[in-house]
T-cell receptor, first 115, second 113 residues
Framework: AQKITQTQPGMFVQEKEAVTLDCTYDTSDPSYGLFWYKQPSSGEMIFLIYQGSYDQQNATEGRYSLNFQKARKSANLVISASQLGDSAMYFCAMRFSGSARQLTFGSGTQLTVLP | EAQVTQNPRYLITVTGKKLTVTCSQNMNHEYMSWYRQDPGLGLRQIYYSMNVEVTDKGDVPEGYKVSRKEKRNFPLILESPSPNQTSLYFC????????????FGSGTRLTVV
């Protein structure tokens, strides 16, 4: 079965430091897409970054980068130079080739940035 | 401004009273979807639509209905709400182009008593 796992219910990081949020997945499909979303306390879902399974390079978007290790089936989000505004829930999600229109989400990681 | 608008933001209702949560997007997106979010479970898809008049079930469709009569609108209907449908609901849309994530609405927090 296709599954997304986020093993860190909560994480703390000091302001200005980098933090890595873990995400592993389980699929036998060769084609899939990986997404990270941010959900601040106000509740909205904010799209952060995307990685395709065939992309040769790791995706980057500003302070966000995706550490994609295909053989290990992991897609960790790295946030550099953390800011207080980064405190939020972060969700890893995947779109599998057999479910082209659907995102499957992990259970989320609550990140708290400390001043 | 490109956005997904869902209403209402908050709703408290009683068991069995039919309700509709509206969703509208102004980006001409083909795909639209409804998710519910529950603590510890992440987001789970209820229904999705590939285009007008094309809808299909997600992971947790029981107790819900949808329709897609126009490209921009995708309402979620609860014919007879029950307390286990108390949740945070999100409408989302995306382009057919690969690499684009869903754009989410602001969410509707539904409480069924």
């Amino acid at each position: 079965a296709q599954k997304i796992t986020q093993t860190q219910p909560g994480m703390f990081v000091q302001e200005k430091e980098a933090v890595t949020l873990d995400c592993t997945y389980d699929t036998s499909d060769p084609s899939y897409g990986l997404f990270w979303y941010k959900q601040p306390s106000s509740g909205e879902m904010i799209f952060l970054i995307y990685q395709g399974s065939y992309d040769q390079q790791n995706a980057t978007e500003g302070r966000y980068s995706l550490n994609f290790q295909k053989a290990r089936k992991s897609a960790n989000l790295v946030i550099s130079a953390s800011q207080l505004g980064d405190s939020a829930m972060y969700f890893c999600a995947m779109r599998f080739s057999g479910s082209a229109r659907q995102l499957t989400f992990g259970s989320g990681t609550q990140l708290t940035v400390l001043p | 401004e490109a956005q997904v608008t869902q209403n209402p933001r908050y709703l408290i209702t009683v068991t069995g009273k039919k309700l509709t949560v509206t969703c509208s997007q102004n980006m001409n997106h083909e795909y639209m979807s409804w998710y519910r979010q529950d603590p510890g479970l992440g987001l789970r898809q209820i229904y999705y639509s590939m285009n007008v008049e094309v809808t299909d079930k997600g992971d947790v469709p029981e107790g819900y209905k949808v329709s897609r009569k126009e490209k921009r609108n995708f309402p979620l209907i609860l014919e007879s709400p029950s307390p286990n449908q108390t949740s945070l609901y999100f409408c989302a849309s995306r382009s057919v182009r690969e690499g684009y994530g869903y754009t989410f609405g602001s969410g509707t927090r539904l409480t069924v008593v």
